[in-house]
């Protein structure tokens, strides 16, 4: 079993930038490619960004494309998504995920979840 928690969301200004972190533990001598999803109220999940063990690749939505940045630091088993330029139309709940596949922009690919932390940004 792999745990992960988020951390960082909050109540920003449209415009300003947040980071969102996520810390893993337990079984985590895997190697998981980690991605960030959101949820915004009445919609479905949308998947925003996916990193592979190495970090040597990263995808993104088309939604957040050059204005986030998803990066991971494997010896503090954590996750980070840089979030630059936020929209109101950012939030949303954010959860970070586990897979054991690399490059996987689906949620049935990811085998773990946190328990996703709220972004609100304010026009």
């Known amino acids: 079993q792999v745990q992960l928690v988020e951390s960082g969301g909050g109540l920003v200004q449209a415009g300003t930038s947040l980071r969102l972190s996520c810390a893993a533990s337990g079984r985590t001598s895997s190697s998981y490619a980690m991605g960030w999803f959101r949820q915004a109220p009445g919609k479905e999940r949308e998947f925003v960004a996916t990193?592979?063990?190495?970090?040597?690749?990263?995808y993104y939505g088309d939604s957040v494309k050059g204005r986030f940045t998803i990066s991971r630091d494997n010896a503090k088993k954590t996750v980070y998504l840089q979030m630059n330029n936020l929209k109101p139309e950012d939030t949303a709940v954010y959860y970070c995920?586990?897979?054991?596949?690399?490059?996987?922009?689906?949620?049935?690919?990811?085998?773990?979840w946190g328990q996703g932390t709220q972004v609100t940004v304010s026009s």
């Open positions: 990193i592979t063990w190495s970090g040597a690749y990263t």
């Open positions: 995920a586990a897979s054991r596949m690399a490059g996987s922009t689906a949620e049935y690919m990811y085998n773990y």
